[in-house]
C-alpha cells in the first residue's frame, strides 16, 4: 500500500514536563544548544520511535536533569505552529514528582535546577514555556483550592439519617 503521507510535511512530537517538589519548586533545565541557547525551559525532548510519550517524558528529564521522576498525568497538548523556530513540534505536557536524583544538567542542558514561584519570574525563558508555566502553575493552584470532588458531593447528600427517612418516605 502507498503511504499517503511520504512526501507531506508533518509536525514533530516532542514531550515535556513540569516537576514539582513538595516545597512547591519547579524543575527546569538551562539550555546549551540553540536554538535559545542559555535560557531556562521544561525538561523535555524529541519523542522516539516506538516509545510512548509518557516513557520519552521520563527518560527525557532524567537524561537532562538527572532527576528520576514518577509520570502522574497529561496536562496539556501545545501544537501553535511557531513555537519552536526548527518547524512545527506538538509538545505533550506532563506533570512529574521527583523520586530520586539531584539535579544538575545532562545531555543538551547546560544546567538543571530548581525554583520558587517567586524565582520563575524573573526568568528569560525558551519557546513558549513561560506561558506553558504561568497556565498551569495557575490552574493546579486553582485546583488545589478547591474542595476534592467526594467531600463536595458528601457534603451536597443528607446524612445517613436522612437517607434513611427519605428512603422510608
Known amino acids: 500500500m502507498?503511504?499517503?503521507?511520504?512526501?507531506?510535511?508533518?509536525?514533530?512530537?516532542?514531550?515535556?514536563?513540569?516537576?514539582?517538589?513538595?516545597?512547591?519548586?519547579?524543575?527546569?533545565?538551562?539550555?546549551?544548544?540553540?536554538?535559545?541557547?542559555?535560557?531556562?525551559?521544561?525538561?523535555?525532548?524529541?519523542?522516539?520511535?516506538?516509545?510512548?510519550?509518557?516513557?520519552?517524558?521520563?527518560?527525557?528529564?532524567?537524561?537532562?536533569?538527572?532527576?528520576?521522576?514518577?509520570?502522574?498525568?497529561?496536562?496539556?497538548?501545545?501544537?501553535?505552529?511557531?513555537?519552536?523556530?526548527?518547524?512545527?513540534n506538538v509538545t505533550v505536557l506532563y506533570e512529574a514528582r521527583p523520586v530520586g536524583g539531584k539535579a544538575q544538567g545532562g545531555d543538551d542542558a547546560a544546567e538543571a535546577r530548581w525554583f520558587t514561584p517567586t524565582e520563575l519570574k524573573k526568568l528569560s525563558y525558551a519557546f513558549d514555556h513561560a506561558k506553558i508555566i504561568r497556565e498551569q502553575l495557575a490552574r493546579l493552584t486553582r485546583a488545589a483550592r478547591r474542595p476534592a470532588r467526594s467531600a463536595r458531593r458528601r457534603a451536597a447528600l443528607p446524612s445517613r439519617r436522612g437517607r434513611r427517612a427519605v428512603a422510608r418516605g
Open 2 to 88: 502507498k503511504d499517503p503521507y511520504r512526501n507531506k510535511k508533518l509536525p514533530r512530537l516532542t514531550v515535556d514536563t513540569l516537576v514539582r517538589d513538595r516545597k512547591g519548586r519547579v524543575l527546569l533545565v538551562r539550555r546549551g544548544r540553540p536554538p535559545f541557547k542559555g535560557r531556562w525551559g521544561l525538561p523535555g525532548g524529541f519523542c522516539e520511535w516506538k516509545e510512548t510519550t509518557e516513557d520519552c517524558a521520563a527518560r527525557e528529564t532524567l537524561e537532562e536533569t538527572r532527576v528520576r521522576v514518577k509520570i502522574r498525568r497529561l496536562l496539556g497538548v501545545y501544537s501553535k505552529p511557531d513555537r519552536d523556530p526548527r518547524g512545527h
